[in-house]
Nanobody, 118 residues
Framework: EVQLVESGGGLVQAGGSLRLSCAASGFAFDDYTMSWVRQAPGKGLEWVSNIASRGGNTLYAESMKGRFTISRDNAKSMLFLEMNSLKSEDTATYYC???????????WGQGTQVIVST
């Protein structure tokens, strides 16, 4: 059974930091590009960041550049998102997802909620 389980969300003050984790199982984690995607309350899905299967290439949405860092540990089948200088607009549910051969998100986690207070 494929599982992606996010953790690390919570309530943080603006300017603070959080580290999200995603534990993967049931599929060949190190074969997949992985993504973080978020959904703010009442809004659609927003892509946050990608990391290549071997971890060498990373991409970020413009508003996250310089504040967020994506990483992975293939030996432990873990994905991470270090978030610094958090803003109220970062309030959202954050999901990890694997990227399939046709650039589709083929596996999703249940999400972890991040609330940034001002």
């Amino acid at each position: 059974e494929v599982q992606l389980v996010e953790s690390g969300g919570g309530l943080v003050q603006a300017g603070g930091s959080l580290r999200l984790s995603c534990a993967a199982s049931g599929f060949a984690f190190d074969d997949y590009t992985m993504s973080w995607v978020r959904q703010a309350p009442g809004k659609g899905l927003e892509w946050v960041s990608n990391i290549a299967s071997r971890g060498g290439n990373t991409l970020y949405a413009e508003s996250m550049k310089g504040r967020f860092t994506i990483s992975r540990d293939n030996a432990k089948s873990m994905l991470f998102l270090e978030m610094n200088s958090l803003k109220s607009e970062d309030t959202a549910t954050y999901y990890c997802a694997s990227v399939g051969s046709y650039a589709e998100y083929n596996y999703w986690g249940q999400g972890t909620q991040v609330i940034v207070s001002t």
